[in-house]
């Protein structure tokens, strides 16, 4: 019986033994350590005024005022934390208001800096509404529409039909650019004639040209098969010389190509 007293005593000594306060238990302090340093470095990181926005750099602008993007975006990360910034939401802000832009990168510059590198979109032609002709825009070559061309613009003019016409807009489908550029490169670069205009507003594709003569597409056939028939035409039959009295090549029906003079 004394045996298995001592024994009894034995394991209730351990039990005390295990049951020691919170504090005394090395494990606590470590996490409390871990637990301090991790709140005092989420504070700093996302409170501090250590990595609040103070600068903002604009590359890439050449006709954007980069003051005025500058304002749009100061007015919105004003004394924001660099790391709570929705780049997402910026991005789509400055596409919204300035439709010139066409692509945008923006990065964070730790500690405190957000960089926006702009990409702006190139004019290829300008746009006029075939019911209100002096109602022109300038296009890109994905056929979007971004701001009024000057005076005495150099480009080639597309005419079609669209209504209520806004800045940021598809005025010409991207697969009518594409034929249109197409066009534009053989007859111009290659040919060495130069086109005055694209008329989008019928069922054809027609392209006056400055010698006062005109070329009829199919748009909805292949385009490089007529351009082919267009070259070979104009190398055949009508060089130049032969073609002060021409008024239209009709390139519509396959390989029978019309002309009148």
Avoid at 41 to 49: A, E, N
Avoid at 129 to 156: H, M, T, W, Y
Wanted: glycine content about 4%; charged content about 30%; overall charge positive.
């Amino acid at each position: 019986m004394a045996k298995a007293g001592w024994k009894i005593k034995r394991r209730a000594r351990r039990y005390r033994m295990k049951r020691k306060p919170l504090f005394k238990r090395p494990g606590f302090w470590l996490f409390l350590l871990i637990s301090a340093a991790t709140l005092g470095l989420f504070y700093f990181v996302f409170f501090s005024s250590f990595f609040q926005i103070r600068a903002i750099g604009i590359s890439g602008v050449k006709k954007t005022d980069p003051k005025k993007i500058e304002n749009l975006l100061e007015a919105s990360l004003e004394r924001k934390n660099i790391f709570l910034v929705n780049l997402k939401k910026i991005k789509k802000g400055i596409l919204q208001e300035f439709p010139r832009v066409d692509q945008i990168k923006i990065k964070r510059r730790l500690p405190d800096k957000i960089s926006v590198e702009i990409e702006e979109r190139m004019p290829v032609a300008v746009f006029c509404s075939s019911e209100q002709e002096n109602d022109c825009v300038l296009i890109d070559r994905q056929g979007i529409a971004f701001d009024k061309p000057e005076e005495n613009f150099l480009l080639i003019k597309i005419i079609g039909k669209r209504e209520n016409l806004s800045f940021g807009k598809r005025a010409v489908e991207k697969t009518y650019m594409d034929k249109i550029l197409e066009i534009q490169k053989e007859m111009e670069q290659k040919q060495g004639i130069k086109i005055s205009s694209f008329d989008l507003s019928a069922k054809e594709l027609v392209v006056q040209t400055l010698e006062g003569w005109q070329v009829f597409f199919d748009p909805a056939g292949d385009i490089s098969e007529q351009i082919f028939n267009l070259s070979v035409l104009l190398k055949t039959k009508l060089p130049p010389e032969n073609r002060h009295s021409l008024r239209y090549i009709d390139l519509r029906f396959g390989n029978r190509v019309f002309f009148k003079e």
